[in-house]
């Protein structure tokens, strides 16, 4: 595998489920991101961690918890959503001071 | 002032026409300086830095004016498979990179 991996590519939710995004970066990255990208809308930052430390959270609802337990792994925990988080959810890796990010493929998130 | 300002669009242009982008951001000190493409549905590309000399590649060139504080995207020639949005993004320096809305680009047989 290369790049950032995100699973699911697909994701429908009840507003009472529980479940978790991932994503993977082979790049040797040591940042981060969650995205959020509503229909025909720009991207939002939602988290950002620095050598596997949240350095920010730009104030996202509770019910989207990030973890990271690793440089190389994100994940962002969802529970009691809303129909109007339903969006894509793009993760992006980059190396500290180096050039640009590196985008995965995006989870699509329907809540229903 | 928004920290990335772009033109949404769209921009309908025919095949084979130069269509050029521009962009300004608010932030004086920043240091580097992208443009990424994202198709409909799909996660943003980085499409080529931007430099203060310019840079090209192929058919697209990018300039960046540090003075005026504005970027900006040529495509020449534009092909059916350069309809897109095309992202506008400053790297402040110690904070994430700031995108812009995007300019959406149509280009028609």
Redesign the interface.
Known sequence: ETGVTQTPRHLVMGMTNKKSLKCEQHLGHNAM?WYKQSAKK??E?MF?YNFKEQT?NNSVPSRFSPECPNSSHLFLHLHTLQPEDSA?Y?CAS?QLGG????????T?LTVV | RKEVEQDPGPFNVPEGATVAFNCTYSNSASQSFFWYRQDCRKEPKLLMSVYSSGNEDGRFTAQLNRASQYISLLIRDSKLSDSATYLCVVNPGNTPLVFGKGTRLSVIA
């Open positions: 991101y720009p991207l930052l950002v920010e894509l793009l980059s050039e640009g990010y590196t985008f995965g493929s995006g699509r």
